[in-house]
């Protein structure tokens, strides 16, 4: 148990700023546009890069790029799905117009429901979880040249 705390308390975290971050583009109605989820792999990359960076510093000899690799995946995914549920509580919930304002900005002519949407979101967290994790552990993996 003490080896996935500190990925929880990390996805903890980034879950948070995720969602500090929308409410902040919502105060500015702002969050209807997709473009600035981007920086929401930003968040995601930094807060596993932390968790695995921690996690390696904790035990060096022991540390190994399984080991980071879960970690990360770890802190993404309860990040992810820590979102998804606020995301999901704040369309149907707080903002009902949201879908409408949305479909209107990206004009796809979509008609998807809320669970469709809400499962994007998921899928886009846990894609996001994967590559960064992959890319956090290029630069922090143990060399095993001299």
């Known amino acids: 148990m003490k080896k996935i705390t500190l990925p929880i308390r ?11 971050y929308f409410l902040i583009l919502a105060l500015f109605h702002k969050h209807i546009y997709p473009g600035f989820s981007f920086f929401n792999a930003v968040i995601t990359t930094f ?5 695995i960076k921690l996690t390696k510093l904790e035990k060096p000899e022991a540390f ?25 509580f704040y369309i149907t919930e707080i903002n ?3 879908l409408s ?11 998807a ?7 994007v ?21 143990n060399s095993s040249q001299t």
């Open 121 to 141: 979101v998921l899928i886009m967290g846990f894609a996001t979880t994967v590559i960064a994790t992959l890319v956090v552990m290029q630069y922090l993996k």
């Open 10 to 20: 990390f996805g903890l975290v980034t879950s948070a700023v995720l969602i500090a």
């Open 96 to 98: 009902n117009g949201f």
């Open 47 to 51: 807060g596993i890069y932390e968790a």
């Open 113 to 119: 429901d809320t669970g469709l949407v809400t499962f």
């Open 64 to 88: 190994s790029y399984g080991e980071g690799f879960k970690t990360g995946l770890i802190t993404g995914f309860i990040a992810a799905i820590l979102f998804t549920f606020f995301f999901l």
């Open 101 to 111: 304002e949305l479909y209107n900005v990206i004009n796809g002519g979509l008609n």
